[in-house]
């Protein structure tokens, strides 16, 4: 059979999920319980959903965007 030409190798492929899966924890460290009317949580503005999760979730949507222009060395 003869070699197609894609526009991403393998590597592309695992760098892309890895950031998708960053990506995703901090979107999900980002999420909870939330406060109601009859009771007021105080852990919505803890420092892990508001400073920490957003970071992750950043740096998860960089390394999708590295992944995609890495473009690897030709043997």
């Given at each position: 059979?003869e070699?197609?030409n894609?526009?991403?190798d393998k590597i592309?492929?695992?760098?892309?999920?890895i950031?998708?899966?960053?990506?995703?924890?901090?979107?999900?460290?980002?999420a909870?319980?939330?406060?109601?009317?009859e009771?007021?949580d105080?852990?919505i503005f803890s420092?892990m959903?508001?400073?920490?999760?957003?970071v992750i979730t950043?740096?998860?949507?960089v390394?999708i965007?590295?992944?995609?222009m890495y473009k690897?060395?030709?043997?």
């Amino acid at each position: 059979m003869e070699k197609r030409n894609f526009a991403f190798d393998k590597i592309n492929f695992i760098l892309m999920a890895i950031g998708v899966v960053i990506a995703i924890i901090g979107l999900v460290l980002m999420a909870g319980g939330g406060s109601t009317d009859e009771a007021y949580d105080p852990e919505i503005f803890s420092a892990m959903r508001i400073r920490v999760a957003p970071v992750i979730t950043f740096f998860g949507f960089v390394s999708i965007i590295v992944a995609i222009m890495y473009k690897p060395r030709k043997k």
